[in-house]
């Protein structure tokens, strides 16, 4: 499928994510369709609702501290970088634009917030366009994987016990482009479908498994030509790396 449709406000497209413990079969996932979509389209990944943006500092580590501020209230926040260099927060899926602005105006209040911009739908790259080239959303997910490259491993200020902080850079790197995944790398793959080694697209999602019994405990963003983008390690920053290489 080369193009993608936007009808009814949502959109009808191929995601793929791989799994490689060996060159094992991957997966393959895809928005939430609606009532006129094709039975084929499997009802696994849901666009995002409305976000608060909060902030935007030069010094990672201070976007870090409010990020982890935020998670301790329950919040689900990430920082990330943006194309001006600055370091900003998003928290929050929020069902309506009136619930999104009710917390931010909460913590505004309190002053664990000191401004504030409303992220809405309309707002990321898969709904600008009604009609939108799958190739060139493809692309936008891997722009977006580029700028976290250096940032250190633990940027989000999520717990890395459950290998949080890889999958929190893929789920970062898709909620940005306005399409949710789940927390673990172990859920985000199970949430799709197979994809073959050689069907590997850019923005495609490649697992690793290193126990013997083949558990996922690692993921990164396919880029194009055997490489991908992740957060290997503690104390390692995001990085290239090539899918040939020993893990």
Known sequence: ??????????ILMALGLALFSGCRTGVRIVPRP???????ALATAARTGYSVQAGAFSVLENARALTRSLNALGLDAFCFPDESGLYKVRFGDFPSRDAALREARRLLDKALIEDYFIVGAGHHPVSEKSFLEEDEFRQQLVTTAERFMGAEYSWGGASSRDGFDCSGLARAIYQLNGLNLPR??????????????????KGDLVFFAASPNHTISHVGIYVGESAFIHAPGKDRKVRKDSLEADY
């Open 1 to 10: 499928m080369k193009t993608v449709l936007v009808r009814g406000g949502l």
């Open 34 to 40: 609606t009532p006129s979509a094709s039975p084929a």
């Open 184 to 201: 673990s790398s172990a859920e985000q793959f199970r949430a799709g479908t197979a994809v073959p080694k050689d069907r590997l697209l």
